[in-house]
């Protein structure tokens, strides 16, 4: 595959770019960046120090020539000379790293950008990365998860399957993801406000519901977790609708849900120590109503 680097000298600063086959800088047996030290064999087929300690044979694997391999200092010095942008160039990262130690610096670079600039997508085995956004448009494009727009101040009325469900705002550095899943106990609900940089909560929830086949309701109040989602989606739940109190099918349920924003958060609440009540502020109203069925969907 072809891929940009900057050659550097370090002897008089001046630097070029260029474009070139990056198997070049691979080894040809194990694929893997080649890196100091280098060997070659008599012919000059390089080979690194970890399969050269493998195959003891002297046989060189690429032309079959009984070598001894030997130091090669000059690609040594070729390979500590190319520069290549982090992955993660497009998030804030404004690193150029040496090419064989692109992937330890992306590692240790991820949560770094991540609590700057942008949120991991929770579906697992996705390596998504990105701004809100851009999450959200990944979220609903290419997990197929369903989104609703919440306007200042209104009610919308929702059918949720199982899983997760974008509760987003508009022109806003958050979004809302609520997840319904099935635990021993019923239907747990949480929801969590993703944002880049986790803080103390900025929002409180009221969450009610009650069944008309039942007669059986409840309410909770809580502040919202924020999370980047690097963890995938937190564990634990919100509410949770008591199994054998609800129709399996989730029929005649009707939930409601409020979220103010928080003028204030007390020390007591964050610790765990206790409710506090729940702050006036900004008010976003939704219902989640009949036929509730919120399934998770990965596709």
């Known amino acids: 595959m072809d891929g940009k680097a900057q050659c550097e000298g370090p002897n008089n600063g001046k630097t070029l770019t260029v474009t070139m086959e990056v198997d070049t800088l691979d080894c040809p047996i194990c694929f893997e960046p080649l890196r100091p030290p280098i060997f070659q064999c008599s012919v000059g087929h390089f080979i690194c120090s970890s399969c050269r300690n493998k195959y003891l044979d002297n046989k060189c694997h690429i032309c079959s020539d009984k070598t001894t391999f030997k130091r090669c200092f000059g690609m040594e010095h070729v390979v500590q000379s190319v520069k290549v942008p982090c992955s993660n160039a497009m998030y804030g990262c404004t690193k150029n790293v040496t090419y064989y130690q692109k992937v330890e610096h992306e590692k240790a670079c991820a949560p770094w950008v991540c609590a700057a600039w942008g949120c991991f997508c929770p579906v697992p085995s996705c390596t998504f990365l990105g701004p809100t ?122 939930l409601r849900i409020t979220i103010r924003q928080a003028l204030s958060v007390s020390r007591a609440s964050l610790q765990g120590k206790g409710p506090t009540p729940a702050p006036q502020g900004k008010v976003i109203a939704f219902a989640l109503q009949r036929k509730l069925r919120i399934h998770c969907s990965d596709s």
């Open 133 to 254: 956004d851009a999450l959200v448009d990944h979220l609903t494009a290419d997990h197929e998860i369903p989104s609703t727009t919440l306007p200042d101040s209104d009610t919308v009325s929702l059918r949720l399957q199982l899983g997760l469900h974008v509760l987003q705002r508009n022109r806003t550095d958050y979004f809302f993801l609520l997840n319904l899943s099935l635990v021993a106990a019923g239907h747990a609900i949480s929801i969590i406000c993703v944002q880049p940089s986790t803080t103390e909560p900025k929002f409180t929830c009221n969450m009610n519901y009650d069944c008309s086949a039942t007669g059986f309701c409840e309410s909770s109040s809580w502040h919202i977790r924020s999370s980047s989602l690097s963890d995938g989606f937190p564990e634990g739940f919100d509410l949770i609708l008591p199994k054998g109190k609800i129709p399996d099918d989730r029929n005649d349920i009707l």
